[in-house]
């Protein structure tokens, strides 16, 4: 018999390999962050975790004790987790399929809003 992999989600990928994602109301902590921010993560190749980059957000303002600082720093964050996901994602789907991860294979460009 076919064992059925359930979930809350339709996020198959292995993310939860990589990262924790942190519990809460996602809409609430989207729209508490920065214009910018919530500008990026609607636009992240793969669902960024508004709770998870919330918390980070404000560790960030505090750490850096500028908003300013602490957006900038956040984008950069984004967009290593991204090129960080994109990685592990190629280096999965090779070792299954013996084939490049067609995206990087074609070169393509993350689409942007």
């Not at 809409?27 to 960024?48: I, K, M, N």
Request: proline share 4%.
């Amino acid at each position: 018999m076919l064992a059925i992999r359930t979930r809350r989600d339709n996020d198959l990928t292995l993310r939860d390999t990589l990262w924790r994602r942190h519990p809460g109301d996602d809409w609430a902590a989207f729209d508490a962050l920065p214009p910018a921010v919530r500008q990026r993560l609607s636009q992240h190749a793969y669902d960024g975790w508004a709770v998870n980059a919330l918390l980070l957000w404000r560790q960030l303002r505090q750490k850096y004790a500028s908003s300013t600082r602490a957006e900038r720093r956040l984008l950069r964050y984004l967009d290593e987790c991204e090129a960080l996901e994109r990685d592990a994602f190629s280096t999965d789907y090779q070792r299954r399929h013996g084939l490049p991860f067609p995206h990087l294979a074609a070169r393509a460009s993350t689409l942007r809003g």
